[in-house]
């Protein structure tokens, strides 16, 4: 990695979390307030809060509306020590609350609004210093930032490629959450593929992400073909664990045992131990086992995560039996 100050910026989509239990939904007649939290989401967004909580120091890129829901990111983000130098706000546009509604298994059932001039989709270059891009350590960003179009289609592949040439370690995680490209804006495809070039790390959901850009009978094949001696892929399993391929070496790792609380941002919060893992040193293989325990972690229901409370949970938890 380049002798660098270790801050990682992370571009693109930030909203707010508004988490509610469907059970809370269903069977409450009294008319009471239903449960409900916020937190910090979106993709980028809940891995630049993740990174934080790990002792990471991170800038966020992107842009927010000046409403209720940019006022709360920009807090949050402050709280956490998140550097917002490179935040744009724009007042015109509108900040996504993202309604994740969470069923008996802990899965979760997203719905974003406004639906309207959104404005993570936005990206205007000539309002960020892109020596702070050139000078950092790792560059990260996610495919669900470009699914919606606006500017950022074409903004994000050229700090990639900026990123890549200085020197920057960069990842993507892909999280289009589609197995079939053409579900996909083709402005959005395509500007996953002019990303490619430039991503060192490429992440994202083994059997429908991955086959969605590359279709193959086997989706390890699909899998594969992204993998080369300049990138490392991880493919995440959901429960079945994940499949890493680095420089030749293929290996396969189960995921924790664990009661599934809340899947929300469990593959954000993957990228960010994994990014934390190696801005300290650790090796490739040894990142990704601790990236899983950071992913464990947050599908069990914790929000109060630290080195800390992943060395315990490490240590404690049993990894699912093959």
Not at 38 to 62: E, M, N, P, R, Y
Not at 161 to 176: F, I, M
């Amino acid at each position: 990695m380049p002798d660098r100050q270790a801050k990682a910026i992370v571009v693109g989509d930030a909203c707010v979390d508004v988490h509610l239990r469907l059970e809370d939904l269903l069977n409450d007649a009294s008319g009471r307030a239903v449960p409900y939290h916020l937190s910090l989401g979106g993709t980028i967004g809940g891995t630049a809060a993740a990174l934080a909580k790990l002792g990471v120091d991170t800038a966020f890129l992107g842009t927010i509306g000046k409403d209720y829901g940019g006022g709360y990111i920009s807090e949050e983000m402050r709280s956490l020590g998140i550097d917002t130098s490179l935040l744009i706000v724009k007042e015109e546009l509108n900040t996504i609350n993202v309604f994740a509604f969470i069923d008996s298994e802990g899965e979760r059932h997203l719905w974003g609004f406004p639906r309207n001039e959104q404005a993570y989709c936005d990206l205007d270059l000539e309002r960020v210093d892109l020596n702070k891009i050139k000078e950092a350590s790792w560059l990260h960003s996610s495919g669900m930032t470009l699914l919606s179009g606006g500017t950022i289609v074409d903004s994000l592949p050229v700090l990639y490629k900026l990123a890549y040439e200085a020197g920057v370690e960069t990842s993507l995680d892909l999280n289009t959450r589609v197995s079939d490209i053409r579900q996909l804006d083709p402005k959005a495809a395509d500007a996953i593929r002019k990303i490619l070039p430039y991503v060192r790390y490429l992440t994202g959901s083994a059997k429908d992400e991955f086959v969605s850009l590359h279709p193959a009978e086997d989706w390890r094949e699909s899998v594969r073909y992204f993998a080369n001696q300049d990138r490392t892929v991880i493919a995440r399993n959901g429960r079945e664990g994940y499949i890493v391929i680095d420089k030749g070496q293929e290996k396969e790792f189960p995921s924790y045992e664990v009661e599934a609380v809340d899947t929300t941002g469990a593959g954000d919060s993957f990228n960010a131990g994994f990014i934390a893992a190696r801005l300290e040193g650790k090796d490739i293989f040894e990142a990704c086992a601790y990236a899983n325990a950071v992913a464990g972690y947050k599908i069990s229901g914790h929000d109060n995560l630290n080195r800390e409370k992943i060395a315990a949970f490490m240590a404690d938890t049993a990894l699912r039996n093959r």
